[in-house]
């Protein structure tokens, strides 16, 4: 005999079906074929080789992870004030990223990585007193987070895009009080994204699970398969979101989350030897419990677009997916990761990798 639901129970069910009925309709839905990733049922890319190297089923992406950026601290908010307004402004952050999508879908650029507790906004930093977190202590949700990244994702929807959405980031996993909290959250986020409808979305759990400044067990590299696991268990009308983790530059991908991933993700950061780059995806495929799958960088330093050789292009010449990291700093004309954010192509580093996206590409 089935227990009553309490009145508590029957309003949350009812909101739920209320939130799913009214999910609209998308347009862009991320799928995989074996090693190759497509979108609405097509490789990406279709039918796209560059120099002998074939591209269909890529997915070029950037890191672009402070989209949705506040910094909760007072003491530390000033950091990050617009040159022009000597203020900062999380809403204005989230328009001007919104309005520069379109045109790094024009390259060619497919994906693009945010996370709910971003990065480093002075680029690589050890201590991080800032508050850059959208999920509370107790492992919720903070509403004003979510509503600027449902407009990033309803945005990329309608270009076609992928979103590579992280929930964890070490020096704000802190934030979250205890492990419980942790999962928590991370059902709350997968279960937020299953309610709209969205299927642009992958989901990476935690950025470079194997960076030590992590507090708790369950996001680092023994366990974080657990977390992968549990978003593959979450579904809504038969439907789950495709799920991996990322390791730190120079890293490849352990047993337990090669097994557990749909892909697999990889850092080039401190890797300098673009062949350090060819052997790492040569050595992923190799791990234990590999099957045919994805394999991308969604994270390099490293740029050189112009020489023979360089990052990207081993990556791709593996058949391998890569992703551009530009720190920058706290400059509005300089990166992409430093807040303020200049989302165009402002420079001439972010020039010359969107050009050769579009190179490669054809777009």
Same mark, same amino acid.
């Given at each position: 005999?089935?227990?009553?639901?309490?009145?508590?129970?029957?309003?949350? /069910?009812?909101?739920?079906?209320?939130?799913?009925? /009214?999910?609209?309709a998308?347009?862009?839905?991320?799928?995989i074929?074996?090693?190759?990733?497509?979108?609405?049922?097509?490789?990406?890319?279709?039918?796209?080789?560059?120099?002998?190297?074939?591209?269909?089923?890529?997915?070029?992406?950037?890191?672009?992870?402070?989209?949705?950026?506040?910094?909760?601290?007072?003491?530390?908010?000033?950091?990050?004030?617009?040159? *022009?307004?000597g203020?900062?402004?999380?809403?204005?952050? =989230?328009r $001007?990223?919104?309005?520069?999508? @379109?045109?790094?879908?024009?390259?060619?650029?497919?994906?693009? =990585?945010?996370?709910?507790?971003?990065g480093?906004?002075?680029?690589?930093?050890?201590?991080?007193?800032? +508050?850059?977190s959208?999920? =509370? $202590?107790?492992? $919720?949700?903070?509403?004003?987070?979510?509503?600027?990244?449902?407009?990033?994702?309803?945005?990329?929807?309608?270009?076609?895009?992928?979103?590579?959405? &992280?929930?964890? !980031?070490?020096?704000?996993?802190?934030?979250?009080?205890?492990?419980?909290?942790?999962?928590?959250?991370?059902?709350?986020?997968?279960?937020?994204?299953?309610?709209?409808? !969205?299927?642009?979305?992958?989901?990476?759990?935690?950025?470079?699970?194997?960076?030590? @400044?992590? *507090?708790? @067990?369950?996001?680092?590299?023994?366990?974080? +398969?657990?977390?992968?696991?549990?978003?593959?268990?979450?579904r809504?009308?038969?439907?789950?979101?495709?799920?991996?983790?990322?390791?730190?530059?120079? /890293?490849?991908?352990?047993?337990?989350?090669?097994? @557990?991933s749909?892909?697999?993700?990889? +850092?080039?950061?401190?890797?300098?030897?673009?062949?350090?780059?060819?052997?790492?995806?040569?050595?992923?495929?190799?791990?234990?419990?590999?099957?045919?799958?994805?394999?991308?960088?969604?994270?390099?330093?490293?740029?050189?677009?112009?020489?023979?050789?360089?990052?990207?292009?081993?990556a791709?010449? $593996?058949?391998?997916?890569?992703?551009?990291?530009?720190? &920058?700093?706290?400059?509005?004309? *300089?990166? !992409?990761?430093?807040?303020?954010?200049?989302? &165009?192509l402002? =420079?001439?580093?972010?020039?010359?990798?969107?050009?050769?996206?579009?190179?490669?590409?054809?777009?």
């Amino acid at each position: 005999m089935s227990t009553p639901l309490s009145r508590r129970e029957f309003s949350i /069910a009812l909101a739920g079906l209320a939130e799913a009925k /009214a999910a609209p309709a998308r347009k862009t839905a991320v799928s995989i074929d074996a090693d190759k990733f497509l979108i609405n049922g097509r490789p990406t890319y279709q039918g796209r080789v560059w120099q002998g190297r074939r591209i269909e089923g890529l997915l070029l992406n950037s890191r672009m992870v402070q989209g949705i950026f506040d910094d909760l601290n007072p003491e530390t908010r000033s950091r990050w004030a617009y040159p *022009d307004t000597g203020r900062w402004d999380a809403e204005r952050n =989230t328009r $001007e990223f919104i309005a520069a999508m @379109a045109e790094w879908r024009r390259h060619g650029l497919l994906a693009f =990585t945010i996370n709910l507790q971003g990065g480093s906004p002075e680029g690589y930093s050890k201590a991080q007193p800032w +508050h850059n977190s959208g999920i =509370t $202590e107790a492992g $919720e949700l903070r509403p004003e987070y979510m509503a600027r990244l449902e407009r990033i994702l309803s945005r990329s929807d309608e270009l076609g895009m992928v979103v590579i959405l &992280g929930i964890f !980031y070490f020096g704000q996993d802190q934030r979250v009080r205890d492990e419980a909290a942790v999962i928590r959250a991370l059902d709350h986020a997968v279960d937020w994204v299953l309610e709209r409808g !969205y299927t642009n979305v992958l989901i990476e759990v935690n950025n470079e699970c194997d960076v030590r @400044a992590y *507090d708790h @067990a369950i996001l680092k590299p023994d366990r974080v +398969h657990e977390l992968i696991g549990r978003v593959k268990a979450r579904r809504r009308g038969g439907r789950r979101l495709l799920v991996s983790t990322s390791y730190g530059g120079g /890293a490849v991908p352990r047993e337990n989350v090669v097994r @557990a991933s749909d892909f697999l993700l990889m +850092h080039g950061n401190g890797v300098k030897d673009p062949a350090r780059i060819a052997a790492m995806v040569r050595e992923a495929r190799q791990v234990s419990g590999y099957r045919p799958m994805p394999v991308l960088f969604n994270e390099d330093d490293h740029f050189d677009f112009d020489q023979p050789s360089y990052n990207m292009l081993a990556a791709i010449s $593996e058949y391998c997916s890569w992703g551009y990291f530009d720190p &920058g700093k706290n400059d509005y004309q *300089d990166g !992409y990761q430093c807040p303020p954010v200049n989302w &165009g192509l402002s =420079t001439e580093r972010k020039r010359a990798f969107f050009a050769k996206v579009k190179e490669v590409t054809g777009a």
